[in-house]
């Protein structure tokens, strides 16, 4: 831990993610979920910085920067911290490409109130944009073909993978 801190200091951004991570996961530092959210906030913000922009991010990689944003995410989920605009900036930018972490946290920012105030109809808006409203007619016929080919998960035909996708649509 005492290394990645002081590479941390000296401003290498992956040293900043692995001290975020150590944090969160009480992992040779006592937990300490608000410094974990310092680090994962200043690795995001110098990778932004490193690449000019935010779409950028070659230095890192676009998968970095989603995992490290990802982690940021459950770690706000975890502590009694909330997002502030910038964070949620963030977040909202990954979720206007469809990226799944930034639209389950603005899901989230939304239905628990942290970071902006609570709206449910909003919240809803953000889980519809990777999970739409199906109707009641396509529920049921997804339920029927459900009973049809699985039985508690195990399949009667098809794959076990189709079996439990399927379990969400009952």
């Not at 000019?52 to 944003?69: D, I, Q």
């Not at 109130?113 to 999970?131: C, F, L, S, T």
């Amino acid at each position: 831990a005492q290394l990645f801190r002081e590479a941390a200091e000296a401003g290498h951004i992956k040293a900043m993610r692995q001290l975020a991570r150590l944090y969160s996961e009480d992992n040779g530092v006592s937990r300490d979920l608000r410094a974990s959210i310092g680090w994962y906030r200043k690795a995001v913000a110098g990778a932004i910085a490193a690449a000019g922009s935010e779409t950028l991010m070659r230095p890192l990689g676009r998968a970095w920067f989603e995992v490290t944003l990802s982690d940021l995410g459950a770690t706000y989920r975890l502590s009694a911290e909330s997002p502030d605009q910038e964070v949620i900036e963030w977040f909202r930018s990954l979720a206007m490409r469809k990226i799944l972490p930034g639209v389950e946290f603005m899901e989230w920012v939304y239905r628990e109130g942290r970071g902006a105030p609570r709206d449910p109809v909003e919240a809803d808006r953000w889980r519809h944009v990777m999970h739409p409203p199906v109707s009641a007619e396509e529920r049921a016929r997804r339920s029927e073909e459900y009973k049809s080919k699985c039985v508690d998960n195990v399949p009667r035909s098809g794959t076990i993978e189709w079996c439990r996708f399927m379990r969400h649509w009952k």
